[in-house]
T-cell receptor
Framework: EAGVAQSPRYKIIEKRQSVAFWCNPISGHATLYWYQQILGQGPKLLIQFQNNGVVDDSQLPKDRFSAERLKGVDSTLKIQPAKLEDSAVYLC????????????FGQGTRLTVV | AQSVTQPDIHITVSEGASLELRCNYSYGATPYLFWYVQSPGQGLQLLLKYFSGDTLVQGIKGFEAEFKRSQSSFNLRKPSVHWSDAAEYFCAVGVNAGKSTFGDGTTLTVKP
């Protein structure tokens, strides 16, 4: 079974530029999550999708971050404009139905904003 | 609000020695509890989870954890550590495995 795929693996951009990350969850998984992991900290949930609808985006900085999950499969997370403090690893995870089940994480995208 | 505290930022143990990583949580109801491992450049891998039932939970790679409601703890243990166990370990609490609050992690170093 293929795991959660994320791309790119690494990205370096200048502040005020925009960037987008892509995630392909495990086939059939209805729930998809985006996490931000700053160096030295645990992952922090940014947004949760159930199929193509947003369930929870309470911790997403909506002035600069946006996310979508077209057709309930792939998802993209965008930052525009990026700030230095956005430097982090962005992890995507998916689970079958989100309630009491295991979530499977991708390898993440490491973003460096200079 | 739920929270997780991992008191030990960094632990060093000798190969073959026993290991215990501490995790304390705050949660308003009966929690779902998880331990994940993260190797450098890798995503998070679930080691074990507690939803209900037996408070001693067995996981992969020889790890186990014990849920103690009275102490709000969910400590991870392994009787004999291998060099390949060196990694960062995260405890998490939440309504499900994906929508969880994570601790800040404990880095494990294994001495030969």
């Amino acid at each position: 079974e293929a795991g959660v795929a994320q791309s790119p693996r690494y990205k370096i951009i200048e502040k005020r530029q925009s960037v987008a990350f892509w995630c392909n969850p495990i086939s059939g998984h209805a729930t998809l999550y985006w996490y931000q992991q700053i160096l030295g900290q645990g992952p922090k949930l940014l947004i949760q999708f159930q199929n193509n609808g947003v369930v929870d985006d309470s911790q997403l900085p909506k002035d600069r971050f946006s996310a979508e999950r077209l057709k309930g499969v792939d998802s993209t997370l965008k930052i525009q404009p990026a700030k230095l403090e956005d430097s982090a690893v962005y992890l995507c995870a998916s689970s079958p139905n989100g309630q009491g089940t295991e979530a499977f994480f991708g390898q993440g995208t490491r973003l460096t904003v200079v | 609000a739920q929270s997780v505290t991992q008191p030990d930022i960094h632990i060093t143990v000798s190969e073959g020695a026993s290991l215990e990583l501490r995790c304390n949580y705050s949660y308003g109801a009966t929690p779902y509890l998880f331990w994940y491992v993260q190797s450098p450049g890798q995503g998070l891998q679930l080691l074990l989870k507690y939803f209900s039932g037996d408070t001693l939970v067995q996981g992969i790679k020889g790890f186990e954890a014990e849920f103690k409601r009275s102490q709000s703890s969910f400590n991870l243990r392994k009787p004999s550590v291998h060099w390949s166990d060196a990694a960062e370990y995260f405890c998490a609490v939440g309504v499900n495995a994906g929508k969880s609050t994570f601790g800040d992690g404990t880095t494990l170093t294994v001495k030969p």
